[in-house]
């Protein structure tokens, strides 16, 4: 039993042209951070919190080996690559919310009172 698992593991680097030790540590050693931006995501939920970067660090971190896999390898499954442009995509979307609401808030410091939307997005 052992062997088959072993001669199975090893084959992937074959595979994806990748050391298969290290691409093993990658994706066993980010279980833990997975678990927490998990954790975190939730604590936010519940908290009426932004959601979007505890979801971002957990897309990361549960695509971090087949990260490894697109910088060093070959063959990669296409839902690796749609999965990145997924991350990227929603990273860029947080990325101008946030900005908006900062020029928004900004130009309600000087006008007057915040606007109760951006007040919120705190």
Not at 94 to 100: I, K
Request: charge should be positive; aromatic fraction near 16%.
């Amino acid at each position: 039993m052992f062997d088959v698992v072993r001669d199975w593991f090893l084959g992937l680097g074959a595979q994806y042209g990748v050391n298969p030790l290290l691409f093993g540590a990658i994706y066993v050693g980010a279980i833990p951070f997975f678990t927490l931006s998990i954790a975190w995501l939730v604590r936010n939920a519940r908290a009426g919190k932004s959601a979007v970067v505890p979801a971002l660090a957990a897309g990361f971190f549960f695509i971090s080996a087949y990260l490894y896999l697109i910088v060093a390898g070959e063959n990669v499954p296409w839902w690796v690559y749609a999965f990145v442009a997924v991350l990227v995509v929603g990273g860029a979307w947080s990325t101008v919310r946030s900005v908006r609401a900062k020029v928004a808030a900004a130009r309600g410091e000087a006008d007057g009172p915040e606007p109760a939307s951006v007040a919120e997005t705190r």
